[in-house]
């Protein structure tokens, strides 16, 4: 009866009549949302519990270390000049698509050689090159010994997971997002359990690196059994490729590796500068305040990991129109979160961090959120027609804007920081990214031949305007309060959780209110929604 009801209700669906091929594309893409969507909070929730733990156990300074280890290892794959790897999802997802198992075999084995060869060479320079990294930062001497074993650990990590990530390309060229997501989740459990042990037992930070190793491990078998059972097709042999094929990812690859050095630098530039301009210490409290601004854009943003292999498809089915009305939904629906999160998150940062952390004394922390906030949102609001402009083979545009940011940053951070400190890594960032995106998206719409004023004025401007109606809400809540003389300032978690309750009550009130009465949300949104809720439940239930 369920299942005949649940038939019943679909033919009905507005959204099956509208076009059945579209629908297809959407709820794929739904799918791998919701999946994406529920993977990340997952993690979220045990990175927000783990982090004030470790920060208990080994302090802020040793903290920043753990931070700061992390970031020189993710620089040193920017040596990988080529950008294959970007090319590996378009492709596996375009050829699966035109069911052409010779070159989607062919890709799988070039990730396999390149990238072992790759990240092989990389660990060795680690390992060249320790002592010369070493003296690049500002800590205490007696902790060089154990910096020197987290370096060389987490190298190895990023060893095993880099050298055989090319199956994790499989999953989501094929759109299983779902299965991605399971395995970080269930892999997620024995990191907690494990971090939480080796700190409670002494070991510190070696304890993390040896944890780090158990895990990567672990996420790296799992992915290539389910490689292996999703696309039996795929045979070893690691110089099965082509020539024609690694020159085409090579240039496609070379595109988007651009945006990938800006999207490193845009982040994590920063904690270096600070590092060696500054201390180790500030640099846990920019991390702190840094993922709180990444939370708020990292929901909006669980939208677009669907969007390169759906584009990539469409692309090779030649079907512009379902192209357009992807891109068009697809920055509708990310605006009217992106805007509300961003807006809430910058206006409550304060008691943010006094319920995350339990104690006041982050100030810097507040002042990473509310600035980085701004230039993240920019970046999240063109990520969308970055992917879709890498799906259908022109990442050139996102290379040019990925670069001008990238030289911006770098430039304005470090003149900020010299100059005025702490708060100029933050202003530096900000406004390289927003003059990037702005940069990128008068490039893209003039390849795709649509006005960028009708983006904003049909799409951006409904959440925005409802976003600043809330804020006056919230305005005149604190001026009531501060009336009624019920306004005092929040010094424990419960008190500032109670707040953050009123306020949010108040705000997305306001703003959902002001949304649906101004006829923003149309139908097919929410039959769009109805489709998504529908989908979360075949999920749960397994239908």
């Not at 074993?149 to 880099?162: D, K, T, Y």
């Not at 983006?455 to 409904?462: E, K, M």
Request: charged share 15%; net charge positive; hydrophobic share 50%.
């Amino acid at each position: 009866t369920r299942r005949s009801s649940d038939l019943s209700w679909k033919k009905s669906s507005p959204i099956y009549k509208m076009n059945e091929q579209f629908l297809k594309t959407s709820k794929k893409i739904i799918k791998n949302t919701v999946c994406d969507t529920a993977g990340y909070m997952w993690g979220l929730l045990l990175s927000l519990l783990l982090t004030p733990y470790i920060i208990h156990v080994l302090g802020i300074e040793k903290f920043g270390i753990w931070v700061i280890v992390a970031v020189v290892v993710n620089y040193f794959s920017l040596l990988d000049f080529s950008g294959i790897g970007g090319a590996f999802v378009k492709y596996i997802a375009e050829y699966n698509a035109q069911r052409n198992y010779k070159k989607l075999n062919q890709i799988v084995n070039l990730g396999l050689t390149y990238y072992f060869i790759f990240w092989i060479v990389i660990f060795l320079l680690v390992i060249l090159f320790k002592d010369v990294l070493l003296d690049l930062f500002k800590f205490s001497p007696e902790l060089r010994s154990e910096i020197s074993f987290v370096l060389v650990g987490i190298s190895l990590v990023a060893l095993i997971r880099g050298s055989l990530m090319v199956y994790r390309s499989v999953l989501l060229g094929l759109q299983r997002m779902d299965i991605a997501n399971l395995i970080s989740v269930a892999i997620s459990i024995p990191n907690f359990i494990g971090t939480v042990l080796f700190l409670h037992f002494g070991f510190g930070l070696r304890g993390l690196v040896i944890n780090s190793i158990i895990i990567a491990l672990l996420t790296v078998i799992a992915q290539t059994i389910w490689a292996y059972k999703l696309l039996p097709q795929i045979k070893f042999n690691p110089f099965s490729f082509s020539r024609e094929l690694f020159h085409n990812s090579f240039i496609y690859g070379i595109k988007i590796q651009a945006a990938r050095f800006s999207e490193l630098i845009n982040t994590q530039i920063d904690k270096i500068l600070l590092g060696c301009f500054l201390n180790v210490g500030v640099v846990g409290f920019y991390e702190l305040g840094s993922k709180i601004a990444n939370i708020a854009n990292a929901f909006p943003a669980r939208l677009l990991p669907a969007v390169l292999p759906a584009s990539s498809e469409l692309d090779a089915l030649k079907d512009k129109e379902r192209l357009n009305k992807l891109y068009y939904r697809g920055s509708k629906y990310l605006a009217c979160i992106a805007f509300p999160l961003t807006f809430f998150v910058i206006f409550n940062a304060s008691l943010i961090m006094l319920l995350w952390m339990g104690e006041s004394g982050y100030e810097k922390s507040v002042l990473a959120i509310q600035i980085l906030s701004v230039g993240y949102t920019a970046t999240l609001l063109v990520s969308l027609g970055r992917l879709i402009a890498r799906g259908i083979g022109i990442p050139q545009y996102e290379m040019r804007s990925s670069l001008l940011i990238a030289v911006l940053n770098v430039v304005l951070s470090t003149v900020l920081i010299i100059k005025i400190g702490f708060v100029g890594a933050l202003i530096g960032t900000s406004l390289s990214a927003i003059i990037g995106s702005i940069y990128f998206i008068f490039l893209f719409h003039g390849h795709i031949k649509e006005s960028f004023l009708h983006l904003a004025r049909n799409i951006y401007l409904h959440p925005l305007s409802a976003c600043i109606t809330g804020g006056f809400g919230l305005w005149g809540l604190n001026h009531l309060f501060l009336r009624l003389n019920f306004l005092s300032l929040p010094a424990t978690r419960i008190e500032s959780f109670s707040v953050l309750i009123v306020r949010g009550v108040t705000f997305w009130g306001i703003y959902l209110f002001f949304l649906f009465k101004s006829g923003y949300i149309d139908r097919y949104d929410r039959e769009v929604f109805s489709e998504t809720v529908q989908i979360i439940k075949n999920l749960i239930f397994r239908r």
